[in-house]
DNA sequence: CGAACACTTGATGGTCCTCAAGTCGAGTGG
DNA sequence: CCACTCGACTTGAGGACCATCAAGTGTTCG
């Protein structure tokens, strides 16, 4: 039975990646027991970071990576008119930081969207470790690249689809998400606002909104300003057949 | 002096990445003298291929990353109903296959748009030489995260700019990668068609015609069916100031 | 209770897609 | 050498979709 989703969760952690409470995810997907001891080694350091702080913005230097251990994310580029787009949302047990490796410097702002806590992991001690833990570099290629197959994804939202597929795809990855980490897939809280929303899917904010009026008429879901219930998970996937 | 790009490059190629006739690119780029001579031990075959034909498709299974040694090549991803969108366009230097170590199988096609070689590289040994040469682990990471970044950029155009801004960027992108090149930044050809810019672009072949002659309206580029000049490129840099 | 903020809904207009009719250039065969 | 063809490209007309502007509703929290 899946648990509906805390928004801040209070929970007690152990300061090992070996008891971490996520499921297979972040650094440790499949890595062997023994191995998974080792990564502790890579935690620099635990943070906390408020609703509406960011953990780091773009342009500071490159410092580490930062698993997240709880609470969303959005990461942000600024554009030079001074507007923001969002580049993605981030779910406990994804990796942070991975656009800073590249040039030296974060390219877009980490922002967490409520209370959230990462680990952070200096990208020095991944490529060290790595030596001795023979799948950690291969992990970490992996997360890099299905990091990459994301954002193609998006793009292909962006470049093909209409509004409301692209609500409707948001909405089923969200709810993928939710439950490969143990939450409700269908009934759930948005951490984030509309305008935030439109601006990830390239839309106004009335336009999402419009679009999620449409997605309730047709009876697919039901919104409740952030809270969504999925009534019909095929028919809003079959909105985006032609998206893969 | 910049030289013209040539289409399909006869070079006689020495087999060795120390004599690379790329410039600072690939798995190469700050390396030691004496770790590029290593390198040599990751490249498992080169290919040849022709125009129009793939090095892989999607769904494949991962057997290789690709550097690029001579030639153009378009990504694009099939979607369900058929169609193709492209997810980007890749010059000799630059890595391709990267979107397939996630999932363990490429999440694109790659299509040859001009004859072209790439140098293969099984992926476990460049994990496997990273054990000896210290910087290549990190090379590769750089090599990812600038791909992610590459990926991000896209995104912004295609969620928030109009069609002409898009097209600038685009011809913004091309000019200053030949440039890298050392091809001629204001002076080349485009290897692909309207139809593929605009599918890259999220727009359609008919608005990326119109937003040629539009450019070429305001006296910022001179077109000749591919063949494109640049008269203006601070002037095309402009339009995308609200771009980053 | 009022203020601030997030969200919804309506009216209007601009941008880009669609459909359609050309033009241009390269390659082929008579 | 010229006609023919085919694919790539250009240009025009009309319409769909979404952005913009605007007004109003709902919720939260001091």
Redesign the pocket.
């Known amino acids: 039975m899946h648990k509906r989703r805390e928004p801040a969760p209070a929970e007690q952690y152990t300061a090992s990646c070996a008891n971490c409470v996520l499921p297979e995810l972040c650094l440790r997907a499949g890595l062997s027991p023994e191995d998974v001891k080792q990564l502790d080694q890579l935690v620099y350091a635990r943070r906390k970071i408020r609703r509406g702080e960011d953990l780091y913005r773009a342009g500071y230097p490159f410092a580490a990576i930062y698993a997240i251990r709880s609470g969303f994310f959005k990461s942000e580029r600024v554009l030079k008119d001074g507007r923001h787009q969002i580049m993605g949302f981030h779910m406990p047990g994804e990796m942070l930081g991975l656009d800073g490796i590249g040039t030296g410097a974060y390219a877009c702002n980490a922002v967490a969207l409520e209370l959230a806590e990462v680990c952070a992991i200096p990208l020095y001690r991944v490529e060290e470790l790595s030596h001795q833990v023979r799948d950690l570099a291969h992990r970490l290629h992996q997360i890099m690249s299905e990091e990459i197959v994301r954002d193609q994804r998006v793009m292909v939202l962006l470049g093909g ?4 597929a692209r609500l409707a795809s948001f909405l089923v990855d969200i709810s993928h998400r939710f439950s490969a980490r143990g939450y409700a897939p269908a009934d759930f809280d ?1 951490p ?5 929303i ?1 601006s990830y899917l ?9 679009m ?2 449409r997605l309730q008429a047709e009876n697919l879901i039901k ?4 809270h969504i219930r999925v009534l019909d998970s095929s028919g809003l996937e079959r909105m985006l057949e032609t998206v893969v």
Chains 1, 2 share one sequence.
Do not use: P
């Open positions: 689809r209409g509004a409301e948005l984030m606002t509309r305008e935030e439109g390239g839309l106004t904010l009335e336009t999402v909104s419009r999620f009026s919104v409740q300003q952030r």
